[in-house]
């Protein structure tokens, strides 16, 4: 992978009057608004950028807010042990009383956390809870995208990434145009996708993921319309 | 982390439709109106916190009445993400979800008789109003955790309650969806459906990330 650079607004402005062989249709604005917004749109397909919190752990206590810092929780470990995701529906159903449960429970209940949920962006819940005051559980997860709001701010970029940023910027200052112009950057648009789905496999299991980019074939495959009645090797003589 | 305000997502919009920027105060091509922009914005913002769960809340914990089976939901209430009963004795458990037809299919006397609540429903009768089904025949504590509405925007520097990442890529599209998709000189059929996809990529990129990236 290429080393990543630092990049501030004006090299990006300019990279993407590149593009259009530096008759742009838009304003400085309009292309600091679509870079920023391009950079916060990866941020969420992909999680690119991370940061980790810790929180001390609270005896009997299986619930923990969030810091605001945190855009979404993706990984939880307790003592340096990473915990398995699971979510609150099969901690319920699989495991009634879990609340209570404490690691100094005893018989089937483990003496540390061992299973984590995401309940809402600020909430995560954690079974189960420590029976003592002592340890931390370290959450890493998705940090704020870091957006330029001033020409001097930098953001680092590797060579790839910088080619997706302006694909995604590119179609989205041509959607205030619409019509051909739009349709046109149509592709760049799906090479921003196709990127953050390389990046983060979890969105090519989403069927909509896959059919808005066409990677979605079984329909191909199971015509509905012109579709033979019959199989071939069944087809009456002389039809 | 929200940090973008109304305004500045309002002047953005603006911009996608070629209008001057002016924080959504006013509209050159009279296509649109400021009230409209507020409106379909608060509609949008909650929209997508009642399907993502993005922000969830406990509200005051509720006491059972004996025999009594609606309970009335927070003010600001727009969804119910799940219920916990912690009865006097015994373990607390969570209530699914459900509806009358579900349980009719459980169990068809539970309009007839207390006893001890196993599903429960927000969506018929009275609105933010939750029915335990059955009844309790001994009371317990209800803890209702639900998604709240989101802060009202004005128009004058209120800051989203959804986060950056949500606020252009996701909440801004479902608005410009609907200030393209409606009848008249404003209107954009190809660029509001485009918006309309862009809206439900956002929910289930939102509805992925919120079960864990690990």
Known sequence: MAAPTLYNRVDLRLRLMDRVESVPFWTSEDANDALNE?????????????????????????????????????????????????????????????????????????????????????????????????????VEGVSATPVLLTDNQTVDLTEDLLSTILDGALHLLAFAEGGDRFTATMPHWMAFLQSALTHNGQLKQSLIFRRYLGLDRGRDFRPTKGAPTMSLGAQPQGV | ????????????????????????????????????????????????????????????????????????????????????????????YMLDLADSFDADMGDHTWQASSGIPRTCKDGEGETRVLTVMPAPAIPGTLLVYYVPRSARLTGHGEVLTVPDELGLPVLQYGILGDLLGKLGRGGDPARAAYCQVRWQLGIEVTSILLKGLA
């Open chain 1, 38 to 138: 391009a950079l916060w749109l990866w941020n969420l397909l992909t999680g690119q950028w991370r940061t980790s919190l810790t929180l001390p752990a609270i005896a009997a206590t299986w619930d923990y807010a969030l810091e605001e810092t945190l855009v979404f929780g993706a990984r939880v470990s307790y003592a340096g042990q990473p915990l398995d995701v699971t979510s609150l529906w099969e901690l319920e159903q699989g495991r009634p009383g879990w609340r209570a449960e404490t690691t100094a429970s005893g018989g089937d209940v483990p003496t540390k956390p061992l299973l984590w949920a995401p309940v809402s962006l600020l909430y995560i819940h954690v079974w189960p809870a420590v029976a003592t005051t002592t340890g931390e559980f370290l």
């Open chain 2, 1 to 92: 982390m929200s940090s973008i305000s109304d305004q500045a997502l309002f002047s953005a919009i603006q911009r996608k439709l070629g209008e001057p920027a002016n924080g959504g105060a006013t509209f050159f091509s009279h296509h649109w109106s400021a009230d409209e922009l507020l409106r379909v914005s608060q509609d949008r913002q909650d929209a997508l916190l009642r399907e993502t769960h993005l922000q969830i809340g406990l509200a005051t914990p509720i006491d059972e009445v004996v025999d009594q089976a609606d309970y009335d939901l927070p003010d600001d209430w727009i969804a119910t993400a799940y219920v916990i009963r912690i009865p006097v004795t015994g373990r607390a």
